[in-house]
C-alpha cells in the first residue's frame, strides 16, 4: 500500500509549528508495512490543498491529510477536499448528532460550520476534541492537534496495511562516505533495503521483508565495519 501524507498550515511553512504530525505518521505507516511515498506541506489556501489531494489521490493507494479542521476563518481543509471531489460541503447530520449525544454539546454551542463535511463523505468522530474528520473515498482528513490526529488515525489504523518489514540498525564507527563499497557490496549480496544516518557514528539501517535475510545482512556488515565502542 502506497501513501501519502499532507500536512496543512501556514503555521508550519513559518516554522512557527514543528511538524510532528508527519513523523508521527510516517513512523506508523511504516510499522505497519505501508510504504509512505510523499510527505507534502500547503498553506491554509483552498485551491493549493484541493490541487495536491487531486494529484496525489489519483497516484496513491491513500491520502492522509492532517490540520486546518473547525469553523474559523483559516480552516479550509473540508473545502479544499470537497474541491478536489467536485463537491461541496454540508452539513453532515450524523456528525451533528454526534456531537450532541457523544460530545456534550448542545447544537446552540457548536459554532457554524463545525460539523461540515464534503457531501458523501464519511465521518470520523473526534473522541478528544470538537471538530469532526471525514473520509471521502481513499482521501483520510484528520485534525491537526497532534492527540487529535492521533485518536482519529487509531480508528482508522486497520484500513492501512502492507508488507511487514524488518528492520536492524548497524552502527560504524567509520566516515560515511568510507563505507560505500561495503553497502554496495551488501546490496548486491542481500535482497534488503539500506540506509545509512551519519552523526557522531554511522547507523546503517536495513530492512526487508524476511527475517533471516536481514539479520544475515546485519551480521554480514558488522563482520566488515568497525564497531562502535560503548
Not at 471538530?131 to 488515525?153: C, H, I, Q, T
Request: glycine residues 10%; proline residues 5%.
Amino acid at each position: 500500500m502506497n501513501v501519502a501524507v499532507v500536512t496543512v498550515g501556514d503555521e508550519l511553512l513559518a516554522g512557527d509549528t514543528t511538524n510532528t504530525n508527519a513523523t508521527w505518521l510516517c513512523d506508523e505507516l511504516d510499522a505497519r508495512g505501508v510504504s509512505v511515498e510523499r510527505v507534502t506541506v500547503v498553506p491554509d489556501r483552498v485551491a493549493d490543498i484541493a490541487r495536491v489531494v487531486n494529484e496525489y489521490r489519483a497516484e496513491y493507494d491513500a491520502v492522509i491529510v492532517t490540520g486546518g479542521l473547525g469553523p474559523t476563518h483559516d480552516d479550509l481543509t473540508m473545502k479544499g477536499v470537497a474541491a478536489a471531489f467536485g463537491r461541496p460541503v454540508v452539513e453532515h447530520e450524523e456528525a451533528l448528532t454526534w456531537l450532541t449525544e457523544h460530545g456534550g454539546y448542545t447544537r446552540e454551542d457548536l459554532a457554524t460550520g463545525t460539523a461540515h463535511l464534503p457531501q458523501g463523505a464519511r465521518v470520523l468522530h473526534n473522541e478528544v476534541g470538537v471538530a469532526p474528520g471525514a473520509v471521502v473515498d481513499s482521501v483520510y482528513v484528520l485534525p491537526g492537534v497532534p492527540s487529535e490526529m492521533k485518536g482519529m488515525f487509531e480508528s482508522v489504523a486497520d484500513e492501512f496495511s502492507g508488507v511487514e518489514k524488518h528492520v536492524t540498525v548497524v552502527e560504524a564507527d567509520e566516515p560515511e562516505s568510507a563505507l560505500l563499497d561495503r553497502i554496495e557490496a551488501l546490496q548486491e549480496t542481500f535482497d534488503v533495503t539500506v540506509g545509512s544516518y551519519p552523526g557522531e557514528y554511522v547507523r546503517v539501517k536495513i530492512s526487508g521483508p524476511d527475517p533471516e535475510v536481514v539479520e544475515a545482512a546485519a551480521g554480514w556488515l558488522r563482520d566488515r565495519v568497525d564497531p562502535v565502542e560503548n
